[in-house]
Structures are given as structure tokens and as C-alpha cells.
């Protein structure tokens, strides 16, 4: 039924890093750093590592030269990365000339932008005889002529991709006999949503022992898009006719490309857009979502319309409890984590949204909505600002229980100090 209305479940999407590297100034070879350069998280028991991969966009390796000798002295550079795995020109079979020829890449989960005549990510190439020849992906091949080198993709339910020729009439059969390959990406999700200064590991391209780390946290990972997902975006999407026009069509779209979470626009004039971004996991917006951001909105904005794309103004809000009473019969563990586990659902990403107040009566809701709570004595809570660092979000009408967003800030969850808890089972 999605498809009927030209909407198909996003797949994953790659968290992104900006990772720092340290060499020594006087290592015996410049630093290279080679496309499709590997790094990761450090594996633990139970969990393993967690991959990212150097794509620039340049295509070619990063070389970065010595500057003076002394090994006291180190030098550094900064790349970006994704959490993807590349697989290189894999075989997907011989063209048998047939109309509506169909190969299936054989790993998954695929990694596809939003947009069906995006080139990233996934490369096909034809082999004609006298080398192979790219060829471009489309949305749909009702509109591609006969001589046209197009294909489409389809996503089936468990994220195994399968590429679509054309008839001869829509889209350019594959000649005969004909070696297809394709390059491409797989992996993303929001387990590549890793913290700050966790990646920390280099597996491969890089030639010289090199120190890494990533200063800030991953962001922009999410999971292949849910039904629960589709049936709130579609409509608004279809609405848009993917076109942005109002700023219910930039959120609507905006919120349609993997990684993002939550959007909203602001007109600062007639022809300039603010669209304001928190990445998947209620995180900062990074320098690849955004690329991405402005390359998807290019077909789909006004011409006269300059779009900015910007993180938002975080609200870290933190909430203090004096005293939480427990019924006799209950473990007062059992019960202040049951407690901090229901404070943590309020900051759950479906229920945020920008500029919307926060209540101190909602706190008090759930902490007695919690089975074992005789009491709650003392709560209080506070916002601070990500621009400028630390400010007070109105600390007077806070103190009689309200916070107010601004319409380009997001609340996110801060600490719980929780300082005493009477009563109950020890």
C-alpha cells in the first residue's frame, strides 16, 4: 500500500564520526590514509566491535605530509567516517538479454540514501565488451528511455536489496552475455551510535602506527525504518508531493531521510529556510547528515529558497528529588530503578518535539505511576542551554514548574539526583 504511493521503507542508516588521528612528525613515511580505511570501537565480551569506514569525497587517499623532525612533537589530522562495510565489485551474475533482468546482491543489511535517484553508497556497472560502464539508479523506469543505462533498487523485508532492469522500452536491457558487478555499502543502524573517544582502534589503511580517537559521539545511525514509522511520515510525505514548499513540507521530508530523528523549519524571510536537525538517538547533527540533508532538499526546494540546515539549541534538563518514600512490602532498589527507568522513557525521542513545554506535574505522574511509591517529596528541575553553554533556561517560571522551549530548541535528558530513598525492604 506504501508503495502504491511511491513511499518504501528506509533502510539503515550509517552513524558518521569526525575521528582525529596522531602520528609522530618524525615517522619514517607521511601519513596516508587510504580509501576505505578501517577503524573501530574496542571489542568486550558480549559486544563487539563496532566498524567505521574513510569514504571522502574526493575518492582518493589522504596524505598528510611531516612538518619539522623531533618526535616530542606529533602531528594530527582530522577525517570523517561512517559506520558502513564496502563491498568491492561483487559479481552478480551475466545478462541473459532478457527483458526485466533482476540480480540479487548477495549482503546485507544495504545502506541506501532516501533519495531513489541518489548515486551514493551503490554503484552497478555493466560490462560491454570493452570495459565496464556505470550505470545510474533510479526511483522508477517510467521514465527512462530505451538506450537509457538505468536500474532500480527494491528492499525486501529483511533488507537484502534487489537490482531491476530495464524492458527495451523503459530503461536499457543489459546486452548479452554481459558481467553486471556492483559496488556497494552495507551495515549502519543505531548501534554505530557510539560515545565520545570510543573508536579507538585502526584495523587497516592507514600506513603508519597512528593514534585515534573521536573528540565528539557518533551520530545519525538508525535502524531500518518501522511500519509505526511509515504509517506516521507517509502521509505528510505524500502531502508534500515531494516538493518543499511550506515548513510542514521541509519537516516531512526532512524526518523521511534516514538518521534523522526530528526536524522543524523556520522562515527567517521570505526566501531563506533554518532547518533545524537532531540525528537519530536525540544526537548533534554531523557534517555528513547534513550533506546529505542539502543534496536531498536540491530537487525539492524552491530555486530562490537558500536553505541552511543547523543543529538545534539542546536543553539538557536535569531533575533532583529530596526524597522517594517506598510502600513496606517493596525493595527500595527494585523500586528507585524502576523510578529512574520511567524518567528515562519521558525522554524517549517519540515523545520529544521542538519547543514544547515541559511539566514538573508530568514528573511527579510517572514517579507515582511506578508500583511500590508510597511518596515523592522535593522535585525540582532545571534547563541549560547547548548555545550559550550552561545558560539557565528561565530559572523563575522553572521553579514554578514549567520549562518552555523556543521553537528551535529539544530537550534532552539530563542527570537524576535522587538524594535520598526511605522506607521499604532493604
Same mark, same amino acid.
Given at each position: ?50 566498524? /567505521? ?43 541473459t538479454g532478457q527483458a526485466? #533482468?533482476? +540480480?540479487?546482491?548477495?549482503q546485507s543489511p544495504v ?7 541518489? #548515486? %551514493? ?6 560490462? $560491454?565488451?570493452?570495459? /565496464? ?5 533510479? &526511483? ?7 538506450? %537509457?543505462?538505468?536500474?532500480?533498487? #527494491?528492499?525486501? %523485508? ?13 530503461? @536499457? ?64 510525505? +505524500? ?50 547528515? $547534513?550533506?546529505? *540533508? ?29 526524597? *522517594?518514600?517506598? !510502600?513496606?512490602? +517493596? ?15 519521558? +525522554? !524517549? ?32 528541575? @532545571? ?10 533556561? %528561565? ?5 514554578? &514548574?514549567?520549562?518552555?522551549? $523556543?521553537? #528551535? ?7 537524576l539526583n535522587l538524594l ?7
Amino acid at each position: 500500500m506504501l508503495a502504491l504511493i511511491g513511499y518504501n521503507l528506509a533502510t539503515p542508516a550509517p552513524a558518521a564520526a569526525e575521528l582525529t588521528l596522531t602520528v609522530p612528525n618524525d615517522a619514517p613515511t607521511p601519513l596516508r590514509i587510504e580509501v576505505g580505511a578501517r577503524f573501530a570501537t574496542q571489542a568486550t565480551p558480549g559486544k563487539p566491535a563496532i566498524e /567505521f569506514i574513510y569514504l571522502p569525497v574526493t575518492g582518493s587517499a589522504l596524505e598528510v605530509p611531516r612538518s619539522g623532525t623531533g618526535s616530542p612533537k606529533t602531528i594530527s589530522t582530522t577525517i570523517s567516517v561512517i559506520n558502513a562495510t564496502r563491498i568491492v565489485n561483487e559479481v552478480l551474475g551475466v545478462s541473459t538479454g532478457q527483458a526485466n #533482468q533482476s +540480480f540479487r546482491l548477495t549482503q546485507s543489511p544495504v545502506l541506501l540514501p532516501r533519495d531513489p535517484d541518489s #548515486q %551514493d553508497y551503490l554503484q552497478v556497472e555493466v560490462d $560491454r565488451g570493452s570495459g /565496464f560502464e556505470v550505470w545510474q539508479r533510479r &526511483g522508477t523506469l517510467l521514465y527512462s528511455l530505451s538506450r %537509457d543505462s538505468h536500474f532500480t533498487v #527494491q528492499i525486501n %523485508d529483511v533488507n537484502e536489496a534487489e537490482l531491476l532492469f530495464g524492458d527495451g522500452r523503459y530503461g @536499457q536491457i543489459p546486452p548479452l552475455a554481459s558481467t553486471i558487478r556492483s559496488t556497494y555499502l552495507i551495515g549502519g543502524g543505531a548501534a554505530g551510535n557510539v560515545g565520545a573517544n570510543t573508536i579507538t582502534v585502526v584495523k587497516g589503511g592507514v600506513n603508519v602506527s597512528a593514534k585515534v580517537t573521536n573528540p565528539q559521539a557518533a551520530s545519525g545511525g538508525a535502524d531500518r525504518e518501522s511500519i509505526e514509522s511509515a504509517r506516521r511520515q507517509a502521509p505528510q510525505v +505524500f502531502r508534500s508531493m515531494q516538493r518543499a514548499v511550506t515548513a510542514e513540507d521541509y519537516i516531512a521530508l526532512a524526518e523521511n531521510v534516514p538518521g534523522v530523528a526530528r526536524a522543524t523549519a523556520v522562515a527567517r524571510s521570505w526566501n531563506y529556510v533554518d532547518l533545524y536537525i537532531v540525528a537519530a538517538g536525540n544526537l548533534d547533527l554531523n557534517d555528513d547528515l $547534513r550533506a546529505r *540533508l542539502l543534496r536531498y532538499f536540491d530537487e525539492r526546494r524552491i530555486v530562490t529558497t537558500l536553505l541552511s540546515v543547523r543543529s538545534p539549541i539542546f536543553v539538557t534538563i536535569t531533575i533532583t528529588i529530596v526524597e *522517594l518514600g517506598v !510502600e513496606p512490602t +517493596f525493595y527500595r532498589e527494585d523500586v528507585q530503578q524502576r523510578v529512574e527507568e520511567s524518567l528515562t522513557a519521558l +525522554f !524517549e525521542i517519540n515523545r520529544l518535539d521542538f519547543g514544547q513545554p515541559f511539566y514538573l506535574s508530568k514528573v511527579y505522574e510517572v514517579i507515582e505511576a511506578v508500583p511500590g511509591v508510597a511518596f515523592v517529596r522535593g522535585v525540582t528541575f @532545571q534547563g541549560r542551554r547547548s548555545d550559550p553553554p550552561g545558560e539557565l533556561v %528561565d530559572p523563575a517560571i522553572a521553579a514554578t &514548574g514549567l520549562i518552555q522551549l $523556543r521553537s #528551535q530548541e529539544f530537550p534532552r535528558q539530563g542527570s537524576l539526583n535522587l538524594l535520598s530513598v526511605t522506607g521499604g525492604l532493604g
